[in-house]
């Protein structure tokens, strides 16, 4: 079974509107971390936001939120005000405490912000 | 800080050759993983390293890759003999320690073609 699953292989978004790209996950660990990084063409791979199991509140990183959705173990990525440097494939990444720090990446999903 | 070091940025070699990859972490960060991204997918974990001890090597195809990091700083990965099947980029990350909420921090990647 799939533990990170992200449905949109391709989004477009409008500059200076807001998209969110969709993540839900499986675990059976009660103690999880949750990441989203950004890849650009170039290849580098950009630590965006973090959100932990226990965390109460959802994360934000300046135009960057994370929709954390426990019970339907989901972890939504919310761009405000997208820019065309957000344009890039976005990954969503999860840590089960109990399976040391590797990370399990999802499929991705490309954004392309259309000026 | 300096960033994750990773050389070649790009290799390409013929069908069963040997290759090595050499990555850097930033300094201070015990862990070390070396990820495999074939195109259109995430990152595959291949070894993970704390300081100069391997954590989980679960996915490396050991008939043909090996990584070592000798003294817990630097890490070395190679493939011999090389397959088609090994065309990807090889993807070197580190963090201050696994199970915490300190994000991987990724090198830039070595792409490996083989012809």
């Known amino acids: 079974a799939q533990k990170i699953t992200q449905t949109q292989p391709g989004m477009f978004v409008q500059e200076k509107e807001a998209v969110t790209l969709d993540c839900t996950y499986d675990?059976?660990?009660?103690?999880?971390?949750l990441f989203w990084y950004k890849q650009p063409s170039s290849g580098e791979m950009i630590f965006l936001i973090y959100?932990?199991?226990?965390?109460?509140q959802n994360a934000t990183e300046g135009r960057y939120s994370l929709n954390f959705q426990k019970a339907r173990k989901s972890a939504n990525l919310v761009i405000s005000a997208s820019q065309l440097g957000d344009s890039a494939m976005y990954f969503c990444?999860?840590?089960?405490?109990?399976?040391?720090?590797?990370?399990?990446f999802g499929q991705g999903t490309e954004l392309s912000v259309k000026p | 800080e300096a960033g994750v070091a990773q050389s070649p940025r790009y290799k390409i070699i013929e069908k069963r050759q040997s290759v090595a990859f050499w990555c850097n972490p930033i300094?201070?960060?015990?862990?070390l993983y070396w990820y495999q991204q074939i195109l259109g997918q995430g990152p595959k974990l291949l070894i993970q390293f704390q300081n100069n001890g391997v954590v989980d090597d679960s996915q490396l195809p050991k008939d043909r890759f090996s990584a070592e990091r000798l003294k817990g700083v630097d890490s070395t990965l190679k493939i011999q003999p090389a397959k088609l099947e090994d065309s990807a980029v090889y993807l070197c990350?580190?963090?201050?320690?696994?199970?915490?909420?300190?994000?991987?921090?990724f090198g830039d990647g070595t792409r490996l073609s083989i012809l």
């Open positions: 675990t059976s660990d009660p103690s999880y971390g």
């Open positions: 959100q932990g199991s226990y965390d109460q």
């Open positions: 990350a580190s963090s201050y320690e696994p199970g915490s909420n300190q994000p991987q921090h």
């Open positions: 990444a999860m840590r089960e405490d109990n399976q040391g720090g590797k990370l399990i």
């Open positions: 300094s201070g960060h015990a862990t």
